[in-house]
């Protein structure tokens, strides 16, 4: 009874920080520190399975702090791929042969000779999709000896449960962002930037009408070129309302008027942390604009180092 209340009173505790007002790291590495309660390791790592097959960590307790940099390959760390294929958690015999991705990167040991004895670890699963893996590590070859590798398997289970709602949340997120940035753009735009009709009879104004009809079949990039005045904002529309994408969004972009050192953000969004006034993940002007199009007004404005990225 007292090694089941020794497991139960953690995994509550965990829970409970589930629901808590905290940021994506600090929760997970909250359930990192749970799991010490329970399971003594020197270091643990959840680590989120990328849709390139790479593994990225997410959190981390007891290792290096540039191990958040690295990205582990399961085919060049077998521990990490057997922990993925295996249907359940995984304890790792004492006399393992395999190195372990984590030798050497042990805050308590963090010396190139350093290397981890003990392992054990568990894949993230959600409705039989793989998510990631948790990872515990000890210096002591005999340090998970006593430890039920279910009870690894629960705090797992909490862990994928947790990242499976962030995933939804940050989708949702975006999507919310997406359709303000859309509102905003054409709400401010909409009284400034109105007609999409050439006015004129003339064989030249006809001309334009018939190109922008065979245009606008086509999804291909377009370069609309001419003086200011002429029309070119225009024809940009006239061209969107007649396409297959004149459900979606127009966006239109000022290149002239932005700023070279916020220019790729504007153009292909960032994520938190990206640089140091990046206090969250932004879309770009292009995620934003997908389904629609994006009207890039003095395009060779842009600097030059970002214009073969456009491409």
Known sequence: MTR???TVVPLLDAACDLSANLGEEERYRRLLQHIHAVIPYDSAAFLRLDADGCLTPVAVVGLVPETMGRRFAPAEHPRLRDILAAPGPVKFPKNAQVPDPFDGLLL???????????????ALRVQNETLG?????????????GIDADTL???????ALAFKTANLLATLQSRSERERTIAR???SEAHERVGSEFLGASPAAQRVRADIALIARSDLPL???GETGVGKEVAARAIHLRSERRHGPLIYLNCAALPESIAE????????GAFTDAREARAGTFEVADGGTLLLDEIGELPLSLQPKLL
């Open 4 to 6: 089941d209340l020794h």
């Open 108 to 122: 308590c040991d963090a010396s190139a000779e350093g290397r981890v004895h003990a392992c054990m670890g568990c």
């Open 133 to 145: 893996l948790l990872a515990a590590d000890a210096l002591a070859p005999d340090a998970f000896d």
């Open 153 to 159: 398997g629960s705090f797992a289970a909490l862990l």
């Open 185 to 187: 753009q054409l709400g």
């Open 223 to 225: 370069l609309i070129t």
């Open 265 to 272: 953000s504007e153009l292909f969004g960032h994520t938190r």
